[in-house]
């Protein structure tokens, strides 16, 4: 028994440091782009506030002659950048899974709940709200910010009827605590 707490705590802290690398992989300090909302110059990130555990991903696209394409490039990086952030996340979440799996019963996680987790996954990202742009007055550059609250990853997990059940309920027990360890990672 000891053996498999020394596997789940050795898991564990590697998960720490995926999300601490995952979570240091924002922009480094301010960007200096004097003008620019607070939100571009942090770039993505997690944020834990009294609105809840948040993803904040960053895009920019250059001047272009087409302000649609421009905005819409802008919002696909954006998305993307929550998109990242999120796989990270969910990679996370399931590799202390199947840690915390590893003996007994549940030792075999077959490939069918990989495949539940990505589909989850790409319907959370269906739900990535764009908050606002801010276009750059110097370079003609389009700056987007995207949101995705977990607590819609969290309600899509608890109400996937074909999800493994063991992960779902490791999930709904673990993801707030795990979000929180990735928040605090962030420089």
């Not at 997690?46 to 649609?68: E, F, Q, R, T, Y």
């Not at 990853?153 to 999800?163: E, H, I, L, R, W």
Request: proline share 4%.
């Amino acid at each position: 028994m000891k053996s498999v707490r020394y596997v789940v705590s050795f898991g564990l802290a590697l998960s720490m440091l995926a999300l601490t690398a995952c979570a240091s992989h924002q922009l480094d300090g301010d960007l200096g782009i004097k003008g620019a909302p607070d939100w571009v110059n942090k770039g993505t990130q997690v944020v834990d506030d009294k609105s809840g555990h948040l993803i904040h991903g960053v895009g920019m696209a250059p001047a272009m002659p087409d302000l649609s394409l421009q905005t819409s490039t802008a919002d696909d990086r954006a998305r993307a950048e929550v998109a990242r952030v999120l796989n990270s996340f969910m990679h996370v979440v399931s590799q202390n899974y199947s840690a915390a799996a590893g003996s007994g019963p549940n030792q075999q996680i077959d490939q069918s709940t990989s495949r539940q987790i990505q589909s989850l996954t790409d319907q959370n990202l269906s739900g990535v709200r764009i908050l606002t742009h801010w276009p750059n007055p110097k370079d003609g550059s389009l700056w987007a910010i995207a949101q995705l609250d977990i607590d819609q990853v969290k309600a899509s997990v608890a109400n996937a009827k074909d999800m493994n059940a063991g992960f779902r309920d490791y999930f709904s027990a673990n993801a707030d605590n795990i979000f929180e360890s990735m928040n605090k990672g962030a420089p």
